[in-house]
């Protein structure tokens, strides 16, 4: 069952973190399959990042295809750590219903901004 | 293997062996989705599908071979109805509190199951089965990817 050009195309597009300042926040875009691969990346990239303590740091989620606990994991790490500081806000947005869904199933819906 | 529903005209059955290495989830994601979208099976259910055997393989993986590389067996019935799945690997789950997120990968696959997921131990090792609903509604998954 060896897959085909078309699927290699679209599938195996390696997971992408583009990080975006604007003036009013910093915007961490996802882009493929956030499962353990791409978590590895992510909690780097977020390592990085919340280190500098942003003001306001929006996660995007529109482009990510699938979503696993590995990814659930990293994003709740993320939350919890801006929970826990006055200064800062995060914001997970744009969650495809198929990903939303697994909010749903972990019990986490209430982090999504929706 | 995971259930005594007896096949009807139409029914498949996809069986795969993994290495048993984390690297493997990605083309087991693309093998799976692209049978289901074969079998006509909807975007929402291959999604959830290629989810729960995600869950189901990395804890056979991490808890069963402990990141050891070994066989993990993957087997998807598809039914007229709903799709029944199956992982078995060749280890024991001995560790009774794993990490938070991989605690959730079982809750994962029982909030999407239609039925129930159970884990048994086997003569070589542990299996999980679980069932879930083979029609969501929504174009199929073959469709829906190009």
Known sequence: ?114 | MSDATPPEPGDAHLALTLVGALEGLAPMRRQVRAVLGAFDVGIDAADDVVLVLNELVTNAIEHGHRGAVAPVNVDVEIRSEDLGLTVGDHGTWLDPAPQEHRGRGLDIARALASGPTEVHRTAVGTEVSTVLPRHRGGPSAEAGRR
Do not use: Y
């Open chain 1, 1 to 114: 069952m060896a897959p085909g050009p078309d699927d290699d195309e679209v599938v195996d597009r390696p997971f992408e973190v583009e990080i975006v300042q604007t003036a009013r926040a910093v915007h961490v875009n996802l882009r493929g399959d956030l499962d353990d691969v791409g978590s590895a990346q992510l909690d780097v990239a977020l390592d990085a990042l919340l280190r500098s303590e942003p003001a306001r740091t929006v996660i995007e989620l529109k482009d990510v295809a699938t979503l696993t606990s590995s990814g659930i994991r990293t994003l709740v790490r993320a939350w919890n750590w801006a929970v826990d500081r006055d200064e800062t806000t995060l914001v997970i947005t744009g969650a495809s219903p198929s990903v939303r869904r697994i909010f749903e199933a972990c019990g986490l819906l209430g982090i999504l901004w929706e």
